[in-house]
């Protein structure tokens, strides 16, 4: 059973996602905060898998931390690490003018691709 907590991670997850969508159906959309969401989703969905098993959220922003956080868990994490590998470039590289990095369409797409997967993947241990 999921308590509110987590619940409540990955509900925070499902409003990056639902923002993503409202902005992809955009004519002239902005990658970069898509990448951003998309990054945003899969820390809070591997949160809320960490939660789920009690454990110590740490105020981490690196995907691979808390990959390696939850296969202490299941180590069938390790399925998703390209995913996480990939959504880890766009946290600060989307948001900070001296890291500022243009991502393109495609970016931003595969973005949601992969943080769409971790979902799926997370919901999946959890139910």
Same mark, same amino acid.
């Given at each position: 059973m999921l308590t509110d907590y987590v619940k409540s991670w990955f509900s925070r997850a499902d409003e990056d996602l639902a923002l993503?969508?409202?902005?992809? *159906?955009?004519?002239? /959309?902005?990658?970069?905060?898509?990448? %951003?969401?998309?990054?945003?989703?899969?820390? *809070?969905?591997?949160?809320? /898998?960490?939660? @789920?098993?009690?454990?110590?959220?740490? *105020?981490? @922003?690196?995907?691979?931390?808390?990959?390696?956080?939850?296969?202490?868990?299941?180590?069938? %994490?390790?399925?998703?690490l390209d995913d996480v590998i990939f959504l880890n470039q766009f946290y600060i590289e989307s948001r900070y003018p001296d890291d500022y990095i243009v991502f393109s369409s495609e970016d931003s797409k595969e973005a949601c691709v992969r943080a769409e997967k971790i979902k799926e993947f997370v919901l999946g241990k959890v139910k």
């Open positions: 993503i969508a409202v902005l992809l *159906k955009e004519k002239a /959309f902005f990658p970069n905060p898509i990448c %951003f969401h998309a990054e945003q989703a899969a820390e *809070k969905y591997l949160k809320g /898998f960490l939660a @789920h098993h009690e454990l110590h959220v740490r *105020k981490v @922003h690196d995907l691979e931390t808390l990959v390696e956080d939850c296969k202490k868990v299941d180590q069938s %994490f390790e399925e998703v």
